[in-house]
Nanobody, 124 residues
């Protein structure tokens, strides 16, 4: 499956931003979807994931209560709504697809397709 992320940009601390990731090439509902991020000099880290139906979600502790992952299977798109943004949220955000059913919080090794990344910069 091919993934195209969009929606990044510059936002002030406390603001909101929504990322989108459009999937193509394969049957979208066969995939669990995730968002990861990577800040300069740091490892790529898990942010959020959602199962094929949208009923099961997982979040990193650092974003729980501020970020919401969702998907629209009719549009083959997954979203990441980010609220109360902090400078520490500054990173390149990647969407990813895993052809597995999620039974626990996933790691990046569970995902085999990745988008190109979109930069999110939060100014203080």
């Amino acid at each position: 499956v091919q993934l195209q992320a969009s929606g990044g940009g510059l936002v002030q601390a406390g603001g909101s931003q929504t990322l989108s990731c459009a999937a193509s090439g394969r049957t979208f509902i066969n995939y669990s979807m995730g968002w990861f991020r990577q800040a300069p000099g740091k490892e790529r880290e898990f942010v959020a994931a959602i199962d094929w139906s949208g009923d099961i979600t997982y979040y990193a502790d650092s974003v729980k209560g501020r970020f919401t992952i969702s998907r629209d299977n009719a549009k083959n798109t997954v979203y990441l709504q980010m609220n109360s943004l902090k400078p520490d949220d500054t990173a390149v955000y990647y969407c990813a697809a895993a052809e597995v059913r999620l039974v626990s919080q996933p790691t990046k090794e569970d995902f085999d397709s990745w988008g190109q990344g979109t930069q999110v910069t939060v100014s203080s």
